[in-house]
Nanobody, 120 residues
Framework: QVQLVESGGGLVQPGGSLRVSCAAS????????MGWHRQAPGKQRELVAS???????NYVDSVKGRFTISRDNAKNTLYLQMDSLKPEDTALYYC??????????????WGQGTQVTVSS
């Protein structure tokens, strides 16, 4: 069984920084592409940033230059460093990963989400 668990969300003032993490655990053989998504109240979930197993990254325009996605393959952990945060970044942040388990079955997994609130 594979699980993704996010942590590190919280309340931060505009202009501040926050780092969220997502740890994968369970019967993992390989982790492929990973990503961070967010969903604000009344809005659709959107892909914020993604990273391939080789380290190539992609960002939605609204966070380019402010957010940095990274991964530690040895720890099966995904990170999102968020700087210069704005109130419009407030949302529930979810991690997502393509994971092949030890039985060589590949699935798309989601974490439970971590709340990020940007407010003075």
């Amino acid at each position: 069984q594979v699980q993704l668990v996010e942590s590190g969300g919280g309340l931060v003032q505009p202009g501040g920084s926050l780092r969220v993490s997502c740890a994968a655990s369970g019967s993992i053989f390989r982790i492929g592409d990973m990503g961070w998504h967010r969903q604000a109240p009344g809005k659709q979930r959107e892909l914020v940033a993604s990273i391939t197993s080789g380290g190539s990254t992609n960002y939605v325009d609204s966070v380019k230059g402010r957010f940095t996605i990274s991964r530690d393959n040895a720890k099966n952990t995904l990170y999102l460093q968020m700087d210069s945060l704005k109130p419009e970044d407030t949302a529930l942040y979810y991690c997502n990963a393509e994971i092949t388990n030890r039985y060589f079955r590949t699935g798309n997994y989601w974490g439970q989400g971590t709340q990020v609130t940007v407010s003075s």
